[in-house]
């Protein structure tokens, strides 16, 4: 080879180390109820150089898939952060550490392919998929109420309750909505949700946020301990979580049951409650939608249920600047026309019956 033939090679070799690429990759999460990979979609990417200097950024696609504009550095670190600009943040267990995760590996002009299976990276990027979903799928398809821009307190270790966070008087920044990855059951043990339980429970609260810019009085800290309004509340909140977890799951497997293999999917194990062991947590919305009615279907001891076919959204504008169970029921009899009105007060008599069993000591 002539030295002209090796100059040429040593300058092709240069241009190609200064050519410019586009650092791409996927982000996937594994949803374990139903033994699926999805892709973690509207996740924030960072390309780093020297691991430190964010260059490039992109947003990951509903597959989870990303590319960023092209670059001429060659050697880069990424990192995956769990929010979407104008809808929320997904916060690592505290108001003040963004959930994230930092790639270690240095990449020389490779994609970076990062998967989820389980730890602290599977719950933040479940919580994520699931904020994601509301905010772009669940809110127009169902008509639904937008929640504000919501900072997602995401509690990994924590074994209690997830909640939704009225306006605190604070000069301190605050989560909107927590969400925690376990839960006590019956025996006071501490229990992982399931993937199926994560999603549904951050649909809950962000469906009070919902609700919150809906209706604020409702929330209004001075009826707190308002048993009819907490019912109402609660009980439009657990409808919303039934329908929309079932519908997300079923789409992921047809044979879908749920974490707790309930032949009838997620929550519908309330539809098996009597009056008496029933909660604020009714499940009057499920019932105005669906076509089940537990009274003949399972026993005579359960209410009777002849109402269906409502929407969410119809459920939702009756629910608007309501404080009582009356005000509900009237809105939806007389905004509406169901073939089924007829059995309204039969059905919102069960809730009625729940709510005078409850404690007067609880509420005021």
Not at 79 to 96: D, H, I, Q
Not at 102 to 117: A, C, L, V
Not at 151 to 178: N, Q
Not at 285 to 312: C, E, G
Request: proline residues 3%; positive net charge.
């Amino acid at each position: 080879m002539d030295l002209a033939s090796v100059e040429d090679l040593l300058e092709q070799e240069i241009l190609a180390n200064r050519s410019s690429w586009n650092p791409n990759g996927k982000i996937t999460v594994k949803e374990d109820v139903v033994n699926k990979i999805v892709g973690v979609a509207g996740a924030e990417v960072k390309v780093r150089k020297w691991g430190l200097v964010v260059i490039r950024r992109a947003y990951t696609n509903q597959n989870g898939e990303f590319r960023t504009s092209s670059t001429s550095t060659k050697r880069v670190k990424y990192a995956v952060y769990f929010n979407n600009p104008l809808k929320f943040k997904v916060m690592a267990g505290t108001v003040f550490v963004e959930a994230r995760h930092r790639g270690t590996s240095t990449y020389k002009k490779q994609p970076w392919n990062q998967h989820f299976s389980s730890g602290r990276g599977q719950f933040y990027a479940l919580v994520h998929n699931a904020a994601y979903d509301y905010y772009t799928r669940v809110v127009p398809t169902y008509g639904l109420r937008r929640p504000r821009v919501c900072r997602i307190s995401a509690k990994y270790d924590l074994c209690g309750s997830s909640e939704h966070r009225p306006d605190i008087l604070t000069l301190l920044p605050t989560s909107d909505i927590r969400v925690t990855r376990r839960e006590e059951d019956d025996n006071g043990n501490c229990i992982y949700r399931g993937t199926d339980g994560i999603y549904a429970t951050t649909v809950h609260e962000l469906t009070h946020a919902g609700h919150r810019e809906l209706d604020t009085g409702m929330f209004n800290i001075l009826y707190s301990n308002n048993c009819e309004r907490l019912m109402l509340r609660e009980s439009w909140a657990e409808g919303v979580e039934t329908i929309v977890t079932n519908d997300r799951y079923r789409s992921l497997k047809s044979t879908y049951l749920n974490s707790n293999n309930d032949n009838l999917g997620w929550n519908y194990q309330r539809q098996r409650n009597t009056v008496a062991e029933m909660t604020e947590y009714t499940p009057v919305v499920a019932d105005l939608v669906d076509n089940l009615n537990q009274n003949d279907v399972f026993s005579t001891v359960y209410p009777i249920d002849r109402v269906q076919n409502y929407q969410l959204s119809q459920i939702q504008r009756a629910l608007d600047n309501c404080r009582t169970l009356d005000c509900w029921e009237n809105n939806l009899r007389n905004y509406y026309n169901n073939s089924s009105e007829q059995y309204l007060n039969e059905l919102f008599g069960y809730v009625r019956g729940v709510l005078n069993n409850n404690n007067p000591e609880k509420c005021k």
